[in-house]
């Protein structure tokens, strides 16, 4: 079930169009993210597709039907919707937070409580631990978790989500986005997501739309829009000159902005090494007693076989050098679809990890390297 935007204008009484003629369409299971400056429109446009906003003119339209045409409640309740503050009802259980929506469509109360432990096991949540507490008992990135998971209930073809995590400190942020995208490769939803972090969007996008004074400025997926930028405005908000004069660089290899990583060991073995996940990212290196990368995986090695080679990616295949450029690492990052690398040094150890943020914050404070 797709997204369409036709020529869609919002306009506030004395004032100039939040939105103006927005043309977009997002498919079918795919993750659309909405960015651009304070102001920019992608709230609006948010909240337009089910009805907390009314368009002034133009047609929006989900699953092929007009919005205008459905009653705007049963329109919400079959839309899934999560917000920055998760919105949770504080004087109700989680369980009760997370069933609002099937026990307002009469749900029956076998199948409600099996959902909602379907869905508490999805994110790793025990259902006698969590289900009978209250907002108030988790942690902001727990209450983030049940906001994404109400969202879900109903198992809504679309989802919006407007700045979900926005509230969150780095780490619970960065985790969360990854949980994201490991649901969303197992149940492919339709979902239309509002950022201002262009780090969130490169990590979670199929595509990104980069608003500007209301328009659609430029839509692509991430590594068009950092291959091939419209205009200097898309090339800044990329975090990166590609394609303008080069400038004098002040960083210049990927050992001076690499992350060191802390290394939670995973296995360990007197003969073959160490098997380690670095910080909370989907990665893990297997390394042998000399701190020498031997193999990289995006998923937790387990079972008797974890330590066979075709369980591992070749380190040279999976690893950046510290004496690489950012451009590099970045180019890696986008077309591997990953969330991180593993970096070595000459002599083939582990010496730390970048990921998209570190990249395009190098990146954004350099100005131009070579074009990838």
Sequence with gaps: MGVKFKNVTKTYPGHRPAVQDLSLEVQTGELLVLIGPSGCGKTTSLRMINRL??????TIYVDGRDVCSYNPIELRRGIGYAIQQTGLLPHMTIEQ????????LKWDKKRRHERTRELLAMVDMDYDTFASRYPRQLSGGQQQRIGVLRALATDPPVILMDEPFGALDPLSREVLQTELKRLQSKLHKTIVFVTHDIDEAMRLGDRIAILRDGQLHQ????????QSPRDEFVAKFMGRLFAFPKTQTTVDLIRQFMQKGTRRIHQESPE?????????????????????????????PTGADQWARERWTDAQLAAVKDTDTPDVALKRLIDGNTEALPVINEGEQLVGVVTHRSALKALSNVGVGSEV
């Design 219 to 226: 839509v692509g997926t991430p590594q068009e829009l950092v």
């Design 272 to 300: 073959r090494g160490q098997i380690v996940q670095i910080d909370h990212l989907p990665l893990w290196c297997w390394l042998d007693r000399d701190g020498t990368l031997l193999g990289v995986s995006s998923e937790p």
């Design 97 to 104: 937070n997370i069933e609002l929506v099937p026990r307002l």
């Design 53 to 58: 906003e009314e368009p002034t003119s133009g």
